[in-house]
């Protein structure tokens, strides 16, 4: 009887056979015996037995299409942590290469990603393994691989961290060997720890639109395979929708929920040659509108990791964009494995496009045989992050700098009190120019002196880190303040009295704070530092002065205009009935939309060239008259009690009677009014849908007292439903 574990190695065997024929069975089953014996009684956290791991480790080796090492290395990578099975023992029976790739897996094993550490500390490490053996690298993504398959039997918050790990360093270290696959599954794996209710969600929404998807994929499928068959090119075509990761990140990057987000699917013809890749494009945009902006030519232009395709994103039906991806086997291979394919081809299937794609490959072992293991540091060829370069401290701390970067942008880096004192720097021990391009592994240490008067001014042009480039600013605006503050007040001051504000700025403390909130200073000392180091234009601040001083100067006009005509009217106090502050007998109207009558509370606005306008406090409009413009219009008044005792005096008012359609309800109402004594200058009726009526009436009343007296009366009629004054609300 063959156990399952046995039938498993079995298969990995054959599977390994058919990616390369030249492999060696023996080696790979006596390394399997090993590790079983070495694991023998070690249970993994979910109860199997623990060679189940190393032999799936195995098996993601043996898909990527690595050599027999890497297989053999697979199977025994946690033997020398794990087992009495050491270094040794492995050199003796498999040869240094795989003992060295065990030992390679087991140092990086024992690297752990805390919080308190920065995180490209590790990656620092993962890339010295590198330099050492890609292959530790890659055997290590598939140990951790089938860990992340199996996160859900460690403990909830290992469960977290690991997939955090995964997240942050893994997975972007697959991208960047053009490893997709692994990559794709490691992030899925991890969100799923990391947001599962997020990563549930997609699950189930892909779920409710499968059967869609599956439809609209298979039209698709078929239109462009008839398609290409009567072009007689030979294809494979395969539709899928997104991985989960990619579209939660697009959910979360674009607000949006899962039925909001179109081009979930994706299409991917392979076929046999780069031309036949050309000429797909122009069948499938022959089929299809292309998104204008969304053709790219990795093919002709590879990404830095060395994936070539064709991708283009057109309409299907009903205006669902999808997105095709056209290549060849080769490059399909590619993308899929990355470097990993790297092994498959070095046969000599291929030599053009991978050769060049994985120069970088070969430029990292070749530097990795000069130097030995003796300097790691300056092994790391570290090509394949084209944006960034990776230096060195003297002290052998890395820091990450975007490509291009000088010295300068390193001692700004690393502090600004660095770079404000650095006089010169020295790379790799030997004085250089502090503009000098920063290289990956390069040592480098920046000179300073106590006796340097800061930064150059022409330092803001050379360096390539916005950084850096606002420290250095900062210096001169701090550093010179004295000298800006005074430059800057002299300006200001001259530019004023050109424009006949000096005064008009200067008196109005008002202004002034304007201008401080304006442009967010909290003292006018600042105002005049930002103008003198060339942080705001003179003009900037002198428009909104303008604007100011402008409006202050017509609001006094308009107060002298009221002013002025009424200090001959004194008599008309008497019979307006009302008292302004601040402003005797002044022009005054009352507000038609609420019109105030003695008792009600007012409150007066100065309107442009109309006198003092009185409204209730009450009024809607006196409510919703926020605008600062307006703010300051707004002036106290009150009931003039001594002319309001001259009973010619009558107010109009408005009111809104809602009633139930009821023929007659109106001439009830008229009749009320006429018997009241009231004087009614406007009574009309308008029908409201539903069977009730609306009644508006304008009457002359004495004040509040006989109002309220009309109101309750008109409430009694039959039919009247509510009351009210217009402009209430
Ligand atoms: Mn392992």
Redo the contacts with the bound molecule.
């Keep these: 009887m063959t156990s399952p574990i046995q039938t498993k190695i079995d298969f990995l065997v054959e599977r390994a056979k058919k990616q390369n024929p030249n492999i060696n069975e023996k080696k790979i089953r006596a390394a399997y015996e090993c590790a079983n014996a070495a694991h023998e009684g070690q249970k993994r956290k979910n109860g199997e037995p623990y060679i189940i791991?190393?032999v799936s480790?195995a098996e993601i080796i043996v898909e990527m299409g690595l050599d027999t090492d890497s297989i053999c290395a697979g199977l025994l990578?946690?033997c020398i942590e794990d087992t009495e099975f050491g270094y040794k023992e492995i050199e003796n029976k498999f040869g240094t290469s795989v003992a060295e790739l065990v030992d390679g897996?087991t140092r990086l094993?024992m690297l752990r990603y805390s919080k308190e550490q920065e995180q490209f500390e590790d990656l620092r490490k993962m890339f010295l393994a590198m330099a050492k053996d890609i292959r530790v690298i890659l055997i290590k993504l598939a140990?951790r691989l089938?860990?992340a398959r199996t996160f859900q039997f460690l403990p909830e918050r290992k469960q977290r961290d690991k997939a955090l790990e995964t997240m942050e360093i893994y997975a972007p270290i697959a991208h960047r060997l053009g490893m997709s696959r692994i990559k794709w599954e490691l992030e899925d794996l991890s969100l799923k720890c990391l947001d599962p209710i997020g990563y549930q969600e997609i699950v189930e929404g892909l779920e409710k639109q499968s059967s869609q998807h599956e439809e609209f994929l298979n039209h698709i499928k078929e239109c462009i395979s008839e398609k290409l068959k009567e072009a007689e090119i030979e294809n494979t075509i395969s539709a899928r929708v997104k991985h989960i990761y990619s579209i939660y990140r697009k959910m979360y990057a674009q607000h949006k929920t899962i039925n909001e987000i179109y081009d979930i699917c994706a299409v991917r013809v392979i076929v046999d040659s780069v031309t036949n890749c050309y000429n797909v494009l122009g069948y499938v945009h022959d089929l299809y509108k292309p998104i204008p902006g969304r053709f790219k030519d990795y093919i002709s232009t590879p990404k830095p990791n060395g994936y070539q395709s064709l991708h283009t994103t057109v309409i299907g039906r009903e205006g669902i964009p999808f997105e095709i991806q056209i290549r060849t086997e080769e490059m399909h291979k590619m993308a899929e494995f990355g470097v990993a394919a790297h092994w498959k081809y070095k046969q000599g299937l291929d030599k053009t496009g991978n050769e060049q794609a994985f120069a970088w490959i070969r430029q990292l072992l070749e530097a990795q045989q000069d130097t030995e293991a003796e300097d790691f540091i300056k092994a790391i060829k570290v090509d394949l992050f084209a944006d960034e370069v990776f230096v060195f401290t003297p002290k052998g701390d890395v820091v990450n700098m975007p490509a291009g970067a000088t010295p300068i942008d390193l001692a700004y880096a690393i502090h600004s009190a660095v770079g404000n004192r650095m006089v010169g720097a020295k790379i790799n021990g030997r004085i250089a120019p502090i503009d000098s391009q920063l290289k990956n592994g390069d040592i480098v240490e920046i000179l300073t002196s106590k006796e340097t008067r800061g930064p150059s001014r022409n330092w803001v042009k050379i360096v390539k880190t916005t950084e850096a480039r606002n420290k250095i600013k900062q210096w001169f605006k701090k550093e010179c303040r004295e000298e800006n503050i005074e430059q800057g007040k002299a300006e200001l001051d001259r530019e004023l009295k050109a424009n006949l504000m000096y005064n008009g700025f200067y008196d109005n403390e008002e202004i002034q704070k304007n201008i401080l909130q304006k442009f967010t200073f909290s003292s006018m000392d600042e105002l005049y530092a930002a103008i003198g180091y060339g942080g705001i234009t003179i003009t900037k601040v002198l428009n909104k002065i303008k604007d100011d001083v402008m409006k202050v100067r017509k609001a006094q006009e308009k107060i002298d205009k009221l002013e002025q005509p009424q200090a001959d009217k004194k008599k008309s106090k008497s019979e307006t009935g009302v008292v302004v502050e601040g402003i005797d007998n002044c022009l005054v109207k009352f507000a038609r939309c609420c019109t105030p009558i003695p008792g009600d509370d007012i409150i007066g606005f100065v309107t442009r060239g109309y006198g003092v306008s009185i409204h209730r406090k009450d009024c809607v409009n006196v409510k919703n008259n926020n605008s600062k413009d307006e703010e300051n219009r707004w002036i106290r008044v009150w009931w003039d009690e001594e002319s309001l005792d001259n009973k010619k005096n009558r107010f109009s008012t408005g009111l809104q009677i809602s009633t139930k359609s009821r023929i007659g309800v109106l001439s009830d109402v008229a009749v009320l009014l006429a018997q009241a004594h009231v004087n009614v200058h406007e009574l009309s009726a308008k029908d409201l849908n539903d069977g009730f009526g609306m009644i508006t009436a304008v009457v002359d009343v004495s004040g509040i007292g006989q109002l309220d007296n009309i109101i309750n009366r008109l409430k009694k009629i039959k039919g009247v439903l509510d009351v009210t004054r217009t402009a209430e609300n």
């Design positions: 791991h190393p480790v990578h946690d897996v094993g140990d089938h860990n």
